[in-house]
């Protein structure tokens, strides 16, 4: 028996639609997973095989092999889960989801089969998109972030009970039968031994019908309406705020500077004695730049959301540019990105946005030699022997230092 | 002499051959036919092999007598006893040309009183 699931994992900061294959077979009891997964992914079958069974699903006690396609691409992470469960129990004919193969499926299990939200789900659903799925099932919490994508129907879950609507009856359809199984009315009925017997199974539950998973309009997300006008959107962040270029009295010619550098995106380095507000200055920088574009903002909220940092997705895109200050002890690969999977560093989360680097000299040489080519090509390129990735890199960078290091 | 060291009225093959005859006792009345008792090869031995409904069923017995303070049967199916009967499974769907059958382990639990009567005996169907 074979089924066929869309999922999506992260490469870089894109997305990218993975093939989960599910192939059932008789033979010894086991379960591979192949397609180069890491050890996250490799786990997910313990995860699975729980989940599956308190929700009342029977794991298959067959040859189960789990194929993610293109299998030369090195996949990692914990999204993979629902598509696996999903595969198994429809390819099993537990679970007759006629939409689950139409659709991208993308969330972590817990044992007990609730959803655990996952991060990137954002360049994930816009590949999906792009390749063409009209829908998506994830968990719950990450529903407002996928809803960003115009063009796609979302689907939220908090548990794979959630598939089953009460009071859908599946008397038309055979029910599918495991001989292994022997019923306690039938158990009754054996000649008694003079021993007291008991039994208990590794993996399976009791036999049932299939659940019907038709119709999945219950799970429909739906985006909570907000009253808010753009201006009032910018009112409110106004209000949050709370650095503002206003409070800034005299220091007329930094102004003027700031206020050229801040038009043409161009860098700038402050340099005088402590205490003169070079700090200051800087951090109501980015009161005076522009709210992002509509592009931008999806640029933007990417990478965030790749990173893991995109925490409230409820109030939409990222729409102020981003600020972010590392402290002089970071790291090379803090700042560009890094890891045996690169991850993007600060200049990417910087991207469109503002980096700033105060007391410069104090970051080590190598760290600021690193910074020469997102500054030359508003990119980052990170080599690993596995692959190659790219970030965008195009972030104003603002640094402030003192003159000399004895005061 | 060589009884003065063991305190055991029976040793281990007679406890073991009678687990494994109240679990083939057992099998037999819950409707199970007994393929195979006690196949051996070279990479091991498998104490029951039982078909029902058309599955395939390879039985693992494990017993212990007297106290349990040595852990209980369940205990002593570790993952090396696991991989063993695994591998010998796979010699015997292979030696019959059972390759595309429908197999199940299931591991029988026996524990013994000191006079080698049964005092309990559990089934783990699916173990591993």
Not at chain 1, 110 to 120: E, I, M, T, Y
Not at chain 1, 230 to 239: E, F, V
């Amino acid at each position: 028996m074979y089924g066929k699931m869309h999922s999506a994992c992260l490469y870089g900061i894109e997305g990218v639609m993975i093939g989960v294959e599910i192939d059932l077979a008789n033979g010894l009891p086991q379960t591979n997973i192949i397609g180069l997964p890491d050890s996250a992914i490799r786990e997910a079958v313990e995860r699975v095989r729980a989940a599956v069974k308190n929700c009342g699903y029977r794991y298959p006690q067959q040859r189960i092999t789990i194929n993610l396609a293109p299998a030369d691409l090195r996949k990692e992470g914990s999204a993979f889960d629902l598509a696996i469960a999903l595969g198994i129990l429809t390819t099993s004919g537990q679970l007759i989801m006629p939409a689950a193969q139409e659709m991208l499926l993308i969330g972590e299990l817990a044992l007990d089969g609730s959803l655990r939200p996952v991060s990137g789900v954002l360049p994930m659903v816009e590949a999906a998109r792009r390749a063409g799925i009209q829908a998506v099932l994830l968990p719950k919490e990450n529903a407002a972030e996928a809803a960003l994508i115009s063009g796609i129907t979302v689907y939220a879950i908090d548990h794979l009970r959630g598939l089953e609507i009460s009071g859908e009856t599946t008397s038309e359809v055979e029910p599918r039968l495991f001989p292994n199984e022997v019923d306690s009315v039938e158990a009754a009925s054996f000649s008694p031994l003079p021993f007291p017997v008991s039994m208990s199974t590794g993996s399976a539950s009791r036999e049932r019908p299939p659940i019907l998973a038709i119709s999945l309009e219950h799970l429909r997300y739906v985006i909570p309406v907000h009253n808010t006008s753009p201006t009032d959107h910018s009112l409110r962040m106004r209000n949050e705020m709370l650095d503002d270029y206003s409070d800034v009295l005299g220091q007329q010619h930094v102004k003027r500077a700031l206020t050229i550098a801040a038009a043409g995106m161009h860098n700038i380095l402050l340099m005088g004695p402590p205490g003169t507000g070079k700090t200051m200055l800087i951090k109501r920088l980015p009161g005076i730049l522009p709210q992002l574009s509509d592009s931008e903002a999806l640029e933007v909220t990417k990478i965030f959301s790749a990173a893991g940092k995109l925490k409230d997705a409820h109030s939409g895109l990222l729409r102020s540019r981003p600020f972010r200050s590392p402290h002089h002890t970071i790291s090379g690969a803090g700042l560009i990105g890094g890891g045996g999977i690169p991850k993007p560093g600060e200049v990417s989360l910087a991207h469109r946005g503002i980096l700033f680097l105060d007391e410069l000299p104090e970051f080590s040489r190598n760290v600021l030699e690193v910074l020469r080519q997102p500054l030359e090509d508003g990119v980052v390129t990170i080599s690993r022997a596995r692959a190659s990735f790219t970030f965008p890199a195009q972030f104003m960078l603002a640094a402030s230092m003192n003159p000399c290091p004895c005061e | 002499m060589k009884e003065q060291y063991s305190k055991e009225r029976y040793n281990r093959k007679q406890k073991g051959a009678t687990a494994e005859e109240a679990a083939v006792q057992y099998l037999v009345s819950r409707g199970y036919s007994i393929l195979e008792r006690n196949w051996r090869c070279r990479s091991g031995e498998l104490d029951i092999i039982a078909e029902n409904k058309g599955i395939l069923i390879f039985v693992e017995v494990r017993s212990r007598s007297g106290t349990l303070l040595q852990g209980t049967p369940e205990e002593s199916v570790n993952a090396r006893k696991i991989h063993q009967v695994r591998s010998t499974a796979q010699v015997y769907l292979h030696m019959k040309g059972y390759e595309e059958r429908m197999i199940s382990f299931d591991v029988i639990t026996v524990i013994l009183n000191e006079d080698l009567s049964i005092a309990s005996l559990g089934h783990i169907r699916e173990a591993f």
